[in-house]
């Protein structure tokens, strides 16, 4: 037991220094148990296979999923401007948003999605950002604490309760603690973040260097020369490969993307091809063609060969560019600089190889401030010279990595990541329904009902691809819970929890249950402002419900405030990842942690001693 105990310490120093990774430290920490023969080798990898960590997996992918679709970030901004120019009406909108979206996303993907968003709302507004993003993460944390899956801490807690064999906790029974905790987070965070307007008023949130697609298109002003053109049945260039029709010698007119939605009438369940334009491409009736050119090249294309323009506007009876934003969530647009060694220089556009190599276009040339957008394929490579060029986020991530002659600006992968899947919104949404009505009524097992979800999500292609769904899960977070779950044995099977339970029943255990919550919640409270609240939970969630059964009570206040406290932890800015996120982009400071998350955090373990037994009896 002793041993057990001053591994612990250990741990918890190294994880408060932050010196190294957490999943690092956690992994030696259950090696040495594993060594000693306190734990055996079953025992240390049976973390691996709990529930809480697959369950966490699983809602890394459905919460990807979400922010691919780009459902929340609809739903966000669509809440967020009913706020207007207001205020406080905006303070209280990103308060409630943040809750619920964090209710059922990561608080930290929650965090991630909003920030850039209510930057730019308060920006719009003329309000400071500093008094909005510290109150946002907090937020996330309220929200933690109104369904099962909100929080980490919550998952700990029914797992503890399950292997003690005691009835697990329902999807919403932490519900009324989350309304109790925004309610009062509201009301305090309006008047207490103030203060953060007096300082950094002028400060500019940092801006990323690397440009979006939409940006591109705009500096370019391909826009301008973008036109969409539908193919009727009527026309002469169906069923004829691309190689054969020879269109951009015959009209200066280059074919950009070909998009073919398969479903008129479902926006849900709507499915869209994409297509890069290739020699051996043949088009089909009703294939929506993005093609760039003059309007009279282009308008001489579409004569000829009876196509018909879409999305148009007319001014002064001439047809300009359509109005209708290009969507780049298959192939996209990035920039690439030509070297002063490279080969290509002297060579015209269309001997560069990058079409025949990479199955990219060049759509037009920077040159010493100056963009060249018609007949590209004739223009001459110059040292220097930027390249816009377009095709599938794959194709340009494969030329990055080869292509010597050339460096394409950002990394055009992460790009595509940012690019969100509008048309699977509706069924990323129906699969985050499915999953909280499964969970909510037990038609499933919590663990299955995660799992399926995550699954969908993957075969719906809400994700890109299956590496991306993958790479939306934080490994890191996965191996420091499946590292300290053995934890909570060793510390059962060496006798440590039984013996911390009964020295604080027996040392305060004659003031009643009520006090025995109050150190509880406390402690785990003030362990939280130093290690992470996950690690700090996973030990006090045994510890009180062993108090629970020396006292004769009903366990569930007890764990449910350790989960509380563990979760509201905001008096410093690493104590939980939202926290950490909006330190840098709000200009903050530990000091201003301090001043508004400890009297917030003082005032949740007064309301919560109380009302804790009152929602959960004894």
Known sequence: MVITIIILIITGAFLAWGRFRS???????????????????????????????????????????????????????????????SELWLFVLVMLVTAFLSSFMSNYGTVALLLPIIVNMTREADLNARRFLMPMAFASSMGGMMTLIGAPPNLIVNEALIEANFKGLEFFTV????????????VFLWFRSSFLEKSDRNKEIAQ??????????KEYQLSDNLFRLQVPKESPILHTPLRDLAITNRYNVTIVEIRNYQSHTDKILKSVSHYFANADTI???????????SFDDVNRFVEENDLIFVDTKQTENKIMAFDSEMKFDEIGVAEAVVLSSSKLINRQVKESGFRRRYQINILGIKRQGEYILHQVQHEKIHAGDSLLIQGAWTNMDEMASEELDLVIVGQPMQEANKVVLEHKAGISALILFAMIISMAFKILPNVTSVLVAALLMIITRCFRNVETAYKSIRWQNIVFFAAMLPMATAMDKTGASATISHGLVSFIGSLGPHAVLAALYIATSLFTIFVSNAATVIIFAPIAIQSAVALNVSPYPFVLAVATAGVMCLASPY????NSLVLSPGHYTYSDFIRVGLPLQIIYVIVMIFAVPLLYPF
């Open 575 to 578: 104590a939980t990842p939202p």
């Open 23 to 85: 999943d690092i430290v956690t992994m030696l920490a259950l090696m040495s148990l594993t060594v000693l023969d306190i734990l055996t080798p079953q025992e240390a990898i049976a973390g691996f296979s709990n529930p809480v960590v697959l369950m966490l997996a699983g809602m890394f992918i459905v919460a990807g999923g979400i922010n691919q679709t780009g459902l929340a970030k609809k739903l966000s901004i669509r809440l967020l401007r009913l706020g207007g120019k």
């Open 175 to 186: 519900l009324p603690v989350g309304i109790i905790l925004l309610v009062i987070g509201i």
């Open 283 to 293: 088009l089909n009736v009703d294939d929506l063609i993005y093609v760039e050119g």
């Open 208 to 217: 990323r260097q690397t440009k979006s697609p939409q940006e591109l298109i």
